[in-house]
């Protein structure tokens, strides 16, 4: 297809200060002293992503934390999460931490004993540079912080730091009614993900000590890389097929049908397929596991280098392809999945050490950590988006002559969307036919 014009992608959509009398009698949406802090909107591609060696291993570092995470949410289903989202909701939380709950933040995240000066920094590199590889692909990274104004206020320093580092702003709204916070939460998220991601809280997920909500909106659209006159792949190639379960059902899913010298490897146990958005920064990455049962490919992936992995992949054949046209969405509590993954004192309200975030003091833990993802993939391209909410709570409340190659996509396979130059995973999943 022919590139598409340049996209406005980091939009001004943050809103602001959302003043609710006591009673609850205003409307969610009134918004009043409008606050202009936004993402960065880039204007000129840049050739890469510039990572320093330090910076390279906190990529490394947070692909495997990537992975782990995988491997804890799969349940036999399919499954659609952010770890890029996660990953600036939690460091925007971490500066409100101290000691060992700063600590167990960090080492989750992958900075170890570099510090949270270190994963500002990284943070806000990647903000402003992954939207930049390829203009031709719409990317918008957004952070917000909605604040309990009938108690509290954010400390300057923290506010200064997310602010400079996460390009957040913070709201200011009364709490007095969980449904007016859970519609205010809802419409930042479908603001910034361009209406793909509308109801991510419920009134239920409001705690009556909720503080504050720390934000994170990841939004993607790219088509796949092609021309009008020649593009991946067509609508009419598309036909209904057998898909195999785990369990070894079977059922019939539209299958999307190409083939190209794409990026293709052939591993122990699996093979690894990568597609071409736009202008090839990005990919969406397949790796589709010899048996039907993706459970020893999830154990295997966090202990592998995904630089390694991709840096693997040959363009030395013709490969065909098959692939399921899909939408998935999950809305996940990840509270017991972080918790087991090493994150356990910020759960804890006696003792997490919140600190540096909120005045008056009162005694603050993370109460949940939810998050919505979706991914339509298609013809056309994938659209995908994904929304992190952290909960901090208060204590009152406890073509030509090649060989060929086949990659039939018939059976769970797991999937990723990562951006090449610096080889960071934005989404990730499992696509089981169910």
């Known amino acids: 297809m022919k590139a598409t014009k340049p996209l406005i992608l980091l939009t001004a959509c943050l809103m602001a200060t959302l003043a609710c009398n006591e009673t609850g009698g205003d409307k969610p949406g009134k918004i009043d002293d409008s606050i202009t802090i936004a993402s960065p909107t880039p204007t000129q591609q840049i050739s890469k992503v510039s990572l320093t060696t330090q910076q390279q291993g906190y990529v490394d570092a947070g692909n495997r934390m990537a992975f782990r995470l995988l491997q804890k949410l799969y349940e036999g289903e399919s499954i659609i999460c952010s770890p890029l989202s996660l990953q600036y909701a939690l460091a925007m939380t971490a500066n409100g931490a101290s000691g060992e709950t700063l600590q167990e933040i960090i080492d989750f995240l992958g900075y170890g004993q570099d510090g949270i000066d270190a994963l500002n920094a990284y943070s806000k590199l990647m903000l402003n540079q992954l939207p930049a590889v390829d203009l031709d692909v719409a990317l918008k990274l957004t952070d917000a912080l909605l604040v309990n104004a009938d108690k509290y206020t954010l400390l ?29 939460i809802n419409d930042w998220a479908k603001r910034n993900t361009e209406g793909f991601l509308d109801k991510v809280m419920d009134p239920q997920d409001i705690s009556i000590n909720s503080a504050a909500f720390l934000m994170n909106a990841l939004y993607f659209k790219a088509r796949w890389a092609g021309s009008d006159d020649d593009p991946m792949f067509l609508k009419d190639g598309t036909q209904d097929e057998k898909f195999t379960r785990t369990d070894g059902s079977t059922v019939q899913v539209p299958m999307m049908n190409t083939s190209g010298l794409f990026g293709y490897a052939q591993k122990d146990g699996y093979k690894v397929l990568a597609l071409p958005y736009a202008n090839g920064k990005f990919f969406m990455y397949f790796l589709l596991p010899d048996s039907k049962d993706p459970t020893q490919l999830l154990s295997l992936l966090p202990t592998l280098s995904w630089n390694d992995l991709t840096s693997s992949l040959t363009r030395n054949a013709e490969v065909f392809v098959r692939l399921p046209k899909f939408d998935l969405e999950n809305k996940y509590e990840l509270k017991p999945t972080l918790s087991a993954l090493g994150i356990q004192k910020a759960f804890s309200p006696l003792e997490a050490v919140f600190d ?3 005045n008056p003091y009162n005694g603050f833990y993370v109460g949940s950590v939810i998050q919505k993802a979706k991914i339509s993939v298609a013809e056309w391209g994938t659209e995908a988006a994904a929304v992190t909410v952290v909960s901090i709570r208060d204590y009152a409340v406890a073509p030509g002559e090649y060989p060929k190659i086949y990659f039939y996509a018939d059976h769970p396979f797991a999937f990723v969307i990562g951006e090449a130059t610096s080889g960071a995973i934005l989404f990730e999943g499992i696509y089981t036919g169910k």
């Open 156 to 184: 300057p320093a923290f506010k200064q730091t997310v602010e400079g580092n996460y390009y957040a702003a913070a709201e200011n709204m009364s709490f007095v009614s969980p449904e007016q916070i859970a519609a205010r």
């Open 356 to 358: 540096r975030m909120l």
